[in-house]
């Protein structure tokens, strides 16, 4: 009720606003004194890009590049990714801890919210040491070169992120072969035409996906030879017995075991900068995935610009953990293992399913794994940010609005005074402390990218979580390289600068609206051009010619589709994508990635996909609700508790009411009349890369959502006209 939220306010105001206003009035001088925050307000002010003096194509583009420069560093000189291996080995130290992981003492399965699934009991992290990895990955090396693999040939990785897919990539890497990546969670399509495109013969997976391979067989014509990388005997014996004759089976222990641990450096392989080293396919938001070629230098070109983001600590490397748990077939986080692997941070592998003490993939008592790990680095996608948030507000929610709203005021607080140049010890002693142990207790900066994050959810994790919050932007066809924040850079909604070398292209598209001569910031499309860049897509020479181009400048450039806004520091804000854009029947043009994004932040929604088109005045919404709010919707409708909530999704009562309390929020977040959905369709479904309606980074598949929703949109527009 009203009077009753203004009576807590009130309560709120007098019993702690009051008493910090006067506290802060008394103390603000110690801490001008002490924090001097004209220093930090300064660095906030940076510049982080300039403007290009080329020979640009036209008076429709504005070219920006990075101001950044590099630490004095052993990985300038390096030109490969193992020459830069055997220069790591030699600069920390054989007995340096690396790499860190934790091996399954059992499993069971456990119904969850009526879905089955697999609970594991896990040992402490053990942890290897730059030896050791060194070790593993000679070993491997030669026993790919005992079953006949050789330099040029393709090795595929078809497996969920692990210490051992690590190693086998830098092996593949280090012994002149081609690195061929694919998603673990590609539907059948996908994972027929990446292996048949490359016409791979040689692939390393996991005991669950080899099973789904063999299933395949019969559309695999190259393959060769699995390699497992989590196998016990017995699964050896029945991998063995289902899989053609044709095709040997092989353990990572086998590979590893009578392997020269001097592999490599009794067998040098010669490896020029030039030669092809990776075929990365991307998610398959847009479709088919395409295969990402990557040589010697465009990948060391992108580990060596990400000196640059992390120039203020790069020498202390050795104090920082990094969380890896994001899929390795994704470039920016091969690319970031890959570096903070090189520079000497130690990374302890994890699990989405197993990550904290809450995770619905561990079995009771078994510690989640930032728990032990405490890690000081992370990244992390924006919707599983915004299920973060939706949690703390849940938890809070019931504790009472007297919890929700204090909470609410110590976040703006926060967020206040650092926007100042100040930092609130105190504050995130008393009440901020409790939300870091969610994350280990010791993060210091957390990392996203991979899609939009709205402004809301970045500031109140920064404040909740107390971390230094970088955004980053970029693509498989661009590398490592793209842009990101630094950790000076304090707005919001951003994705910074560029990095170290890359150069950004912003180009006028008259049909979406957005020009380089707007007020009062230029937008347009973001062209990036830089040595990351990726030679081109593989076997697909008119899609080359569609994105990839050379300029009247001679600078090779590439065509993201992105639209972004260029600001007078030097960042950019991504604002749009020419995919996402649409026009309605009577001639509106409207975003349907800003609109999602908003409407993602509200506690009724755990994800949704706007449908709109030229045909229609209004757009529909296709939405996956927050299960706790259909559970209050069934019992005010139905006056019933019921574990099966099923047929709630469809009944037209609950609907509406889940559409007025969806509009309300659209309103009050600043939508416009013809960007809020006239109807939605209410699934009970798990939008996971499992189920191929997103992708690994939880992008939408729009074109797959469409067609498996085909009836349902049909009849919700029907219904509207």
């Known amino acids: 009720m009203p009077w009753r939220d203004l009576l807590v306010r009130l309560a709120l105001f007098i019993l702690v606003a009051i008493p910090i206003f006067v506290f802060d009035i008394l103390t603000l001088i110690v801490y001008i004194v002490w924090q001097q925050p004209w220093k930090r307000l300064a660095k906030y002010a940076q510049i982080r890009s300039i403007p290009e003096n080329v020979n640009a194509d036209d008076d429709q583009s504005i070219v920006r590049r990075s101001n950044k420069h590099l630490p004095d560093h052993f990985l300038l000189k390096c030109r490969t990714i193992g020459d830069a291996l055997d220069e790591a080995i030699r600069q920390h130290g054989p007995e340096t801890t690396c790499i860190g992981y934790r091996d399954v003492i059992c499993t069971e399965t456990a119904q969850v919210d009526g879905k089955e699934i697999n609970r594991y009991k896990l040992t402490d992290y053990k942890w290897l040491t730059f030896g050791d990895l060194y070790d593993y990955i000679n070993r491997f090396g030669h026993g790919l070169n005992r079953i006949g693999v050789q330099k040029g040939d393709k090795v595929m990785i078809f497996a969920e992120t692990s210490a051992r897919w690590l190693i086998c990539g830098q092996s593949i890497i280090k012994n002149g072969s081609v690195l061929v990546t694919l998603y673990s969670t590609l539907g059948d399509q996908g994972i027929i035409h990446g292996m048949e495109q490359t016409e791979v013969e040689y692939i390393i997976t996991s005991v669950t996906l080899a099973r789904k391979l063999i299933r395949l067989k019969s559309s695999l014509t190259c393959l060769k030879h699995i390699i497992l990388l989590d196998s016990t005997e017995e699964d050896l014996v029945e991998l063995k017995e289902t899989i053609d004759s044709n095709v040997s089976v092989t353990s990572f222990e086998e590979m590893i075991h009578s392997s020269n641990a001097n592999f490599f450096t009794e067998n040098i392989v010669s490896v020029d900068e030039n030669d092809l080293t990776i075929i990365m396919y991307t998610s398959g938001s847009g479709g088919i995935p395409k295969g990402v070629m990557m040589t010697h230098h465009n990948f060391m070109s992108g580990v060596k610009s990400m000196l640059s983001l992390v120039h203020f600590f790069v020498h202390e490397m050795s104090r920082h953990t990094y969380v890896a748990y994001l899929p390795l077939a994704h470039i920016l986080e091969f690319g970031t293992e890959t570096f903070l692997m090189l520079v000497g941070c130690k990374i302890g592998f994890s699990s989405p399913h197993t990550i904290t003490d809450l995770s619905v993939g561990l079995m009771p008592g078994t510690k989640g794994d930032v728990t032990l790990l405490k890690p000081t680095l992370m990244a992390s996608v924006p919707l599983v940010l915004d299920r973060i948030r939706k949690a703390i507000y849940a ?65 109140f994790i920064r404040a909740c979580l107390n971390v230094t919050f970088a955004q980053g932007y970029g693509s498989t066809e661009t590398g490592c390289g793209g842009l990101f924040m630094d950790e000076n850079d304090y707005t919001l909604a951003k994705v910074g600068g560029p990095l170290y070398g890359i150069k950004v292209k912003v180009v006028d598209w008259d049909e979406g609206g957005y020009r380089t001569t707007d007020y009062p910031n230029a937008r347009g499309e973001i062209h990036l051009a830089s040595d990351t860049l990726s030679i081109g897509y593989y076997k697909l020479d008119q899609l080359n010619e569609e994105a990839y181009y050379v300029g009247k400048d001679g600078v090779r450039w590439f065509k993201t589709g992105d639209i972004g806004e260029l600001f007078p520091n030097g960042t950019f804000k991504i604002i749009d994508r020419k995919k996402d854009f649409i026009k309605l029947q009577f001639g509106e043009y409207i975003s349907l990635g800003k609109i999602e994004t908003k409407l993602k932040t509200s506690y009724l929604v755990n994800n949704v996909c706007i449908v709109g088109n030229s045909l229609y005045k209004w757009v529909i919404a296709i939405i996956v609700p927050n299960p706790k709010v259909m559970r209050k919707l069934t019992l005010a409708v139905f006056n019933h508790h019921d ?42 479904d798990d939008w996971t890369p499992e189920s191929g309606l997103v992708t690994a980074s939880f992008k939408l598949k729009r074109k797959n959502i469409e067609q498996y929703y085909s009836d349902a949109i049909g009849k919700a527009f029907a219904k509207l006209d």
């Open 643 to 684: 574990d099966d909530i099923s047929e709630s999704y469809d009944d037209d009562r609950i609907r509406r009411i889940f559409l007025d309390k969806l509009t309300a929020f659209a309103k009050a977040n600043g939508l416009r009349r013809y960007e809020i959905p006239r109807d939605v369709i209410l699934v009970d």
């Open 395 to 459: 938890r809070l929610n019931s504790k009472g609005l007297f919890a929700v709203r204090l909470f609410e005021f110590v976040i703006e607080y926060k967020n206040f005074w650092e926007s100042k140049g100040f930092r609130t010890p105190i504050m995130d002693a008393l009440f901020l402390s409790k939300f870091r142990s969610i994350v280990g207790g010791r993060l210091e900066i957390l990392m996203t990218g991979g899609a939009p994050l709205s402004a809301d959810t970045q500031k």
